[in-house]
């Protein structure tokens, strides 16, 4: 069997990478801070180690979504789906009645759901000012793909039922960008009318990990593993990882996709992914805004003058999106 050819490299010798003063002194406090190594990932076939896995990580952030929560007024309803749940939030002050956004949560596709869902989009309504649906989709390692997908479509159909799709915006961070651009496509090929908007941060777009960023973020971004293979292989179960509802960044883009808006951070080792699906929509004629932060890692600066930047960028695309303001090629 033949060797396959080595790719040529670029050594790049080891050597400190100082905390920039180009951000906000609070982005610069954040940097600062020593994390924790995350814990490692269990083996594929040892289901009860995920669950423990998943259980643990949402217990450690629940008390912060939580308190992040309390500070936001706003109603909240649960909707049942049959297999999925969702948490309907309209805030109390400064609510736009003009659509709903469909959130779709992110966590590695393992993590975040239940009450760290319903806390999350509590906050997001807070600092959006919109109507919210946020899915609280079944996950793995009990529930690999499809059945994520599978769930945020029937929310998609049920939202669908009570408003018009161009009064819906869909996104996501993280693996919720993947599970919303995935949504997109796969409603398209079902025939379903498309959302107005699409709103992708920090996207998980390619599980193949081909992109640059990969290896020149890899060590850098302060949270995201060096090594995403194995909650890849996890979700997936065995699927094409290029296939295009698990890597929407291969998909079909030419044939309907609505005006969308990607951010990255500059040491976020998803941001090839941003970059390369920005490229790939403005190819394929759609409207793409991009957005890189600064220093940021993956998930951006929480709690510093850069995230409230990003989320007026987000207020002004999803209310643009309602308001028929960006073009959308059918």
């Not at 050819?5 to 050597?15: F, S, Y």
């Not at 009990?142 to 799709?165: E, F, I, M, Q, V």
Request: net charge negative; proline share 9%.
């Amino acid at each position: 069997m033949a060797k396959a050819e080595a790719r040529p490299v670029r050594h790049v010798p080891a050597r400190d990478i100082p905390i920039p003063l180009s951000v906000s002194p609070a982005a610069q406090a954040i940097m600062a801070m020593r994390r924790p190594d995350p814990p490692p990932y269990p083996p594929l076939d040892d289901l009860a180690g995920w669950r423990a896995y998943a259980a643990g990580v949402n217990q450690a952030i629940l008390p912060f979504l939580q308190a992040q929560a309390a500070k936001v007024e706003a109603s909240v309803q649960e909707l049942d789906l049959g297999e999925a749940l969702i948490f309907d939030v309209v805030p109390g002050a400064a609510a736009d009645e003009r659509g709903v956004f469909l959130d779709i949560h992110g966590g590695a596709f393992i993590v975040g759901g239940g009450a760290c869902c319903r806390a999350e989009a509590i906050s997001l309504a807070g600092a959006l000012g919109v109507h919210i649906w946020s899915v609280d989709y079944r996950a793995p390692p009990d529930h690999p793909y499809p059945a994520s997908l599978d769930d945020c479509l029937a929310a998609y159909r049920a939202l669908l039922k009570l408003r018009r799709p161009e009064e819906i915006v869909i996104g996501g961070a993280s693996a919720g960008a993947n599970l919303s651009a995935a949504l997109i496509l796969k409603a398209r090929d079902e025939g379903l009318p498309l959302p107005a908007g699409c709103v992708l941060l920090t996207p998980a777009l390619d599980m193949t990990n081909s992109g640059d960023s990969f290896e020149t973020n890899k060590g850098l971004d302060a949270v995201l593993p060096a090594d995403m293979n194995a909650i890849n292989q996890l979700y997936a179960s065995g699927h094409d990882l290029s296939a295009p509802y698990l890597s929407p960044l291969f998909g079909d883009l030419k044939n309907g996709f609505p005006p969308t808006l990607l951010s990255a951070g500059t040491r976020d080792l998803f941001l090839s992914n941003a970059v390369r699906m920005h490229r790939a929509l403005r190819a394929a004629g759609v409207h793409a805004e991009l957005h890189v932060i600064e220093a940021a890692s993956h998930g951006n600066f929480h709690g510093a003058p850069e995230e409230d930047d990003l989320n007026r960028e987000v207020r002004r695309f999803i209310r643009g999106c309602w308001a028929g303001r960006f073009p959308f090629v059918p």
